[in-house]
């Protein structure tokens, strides 16, 4: 689905280095996401964002940031990486409908597989 | 806070057999209740979804079955094939928790 991309795609970096992933949609959706995966984890929400001007933690926001550059942008930093921080990151995105409450499809990006040395 | 829970994590099931995936939940707000498929190697997606007034939906060959009461819902597919092997997510909202997966498996 190319409507949600993330770049980069992999990613090896070291300990202590800042990293960013993005995440750009054209699915004109206010609703933007970021998980990560970890084996035997599920995903897990690290920041989500409802529209420009508002961003939430998720249950694991420590050692992230995030900013909504845009409607359609979406970025994730990892102020200084560490190893347990490896994972694959999903980006994601949905409606937000007109009934309000999170209850909407979510459309994911293809993944950054990060590793952090 | 909320407590998501899926059973069983791993199963298989020979080709044609029916698999159930079962969901439980602890927040009574949650009033959407979908299930994603992410096959090996792929983004997870949307394979079916149930709103809270509604008791049952059906796709073809995969169902959701939805007990707002005992706080689970539930996976259906019937005569499994070899293109159902995936991890299998939901995730009740309103909390954007997701279930720790089910690994299906389909031998021919």
């Known amino acids: 689905d190319a409507d949600v991309t993330q770049t980069p795609r992999n990613r090896i970096t070291k300990t202590g280095k800042r990293i960013m992933l993005e995440c750009s949609q054209t699915k004109g959706h206010d609703r933007m996401y970021w998980y990560r995966q970890d084996p035997g984890l599920g995903l897990r929400l690290i920041y989500y964002s409802f529209d420009v001007k508002d961003i939430n933690k998720g249950e694991i926001s420590d050692g992230y940031s995030v900013s909504r550059q845009a409607q359609a942008k979406f970025s994730l930093s990892l102020e200084s990486a560490i190893p347990n921080q490896t994972a694959l990151y999903f980006c994601?995105?949905?409606?937000?409908?007109?009934?309000?409450?999170?209850?909407?499809?979510?459309?994911f990006g293809p993944g950054t597989r990060l590793t952090v040395t | 806070g909320e407590n998501v829970e899926q059973h069983p994590s791993t199963l298989s099931v020979q080709e044609g057999d029916s698999a159930v995936i079962k969901c439980t939940y602890s927040d009574s707000a949650s009033n959407y209740f979908p299930w994603y498929k992410q096959e090996l190697g792929k983004r997870p997606q949307l394979i079916i979804d149930i709103r809270s007034n509604v008791g049952e939906k059906k796709d073809q060959r995969i169902a959701v079955t939805l007990n707002k009461t005992a706080k689970h819902f539930s996976l259906h597919i019937t005569e499994t094939q070899p293109e159902d092997s995936a991890v299998y997510f939901c995730?009740?909202?309103?909390?954007?928790?997701f279930g720790t997966g089910t690994r299906l498996q389909v031998f021919p």
């Open positions: 995730a009740p909202t309103d909390k954007l928790i």
């Open positions: 994601a995105t949905s409606d937000s409908g007109t009934a309000g409450g999170l209850g909407y499809e979510q459309y």
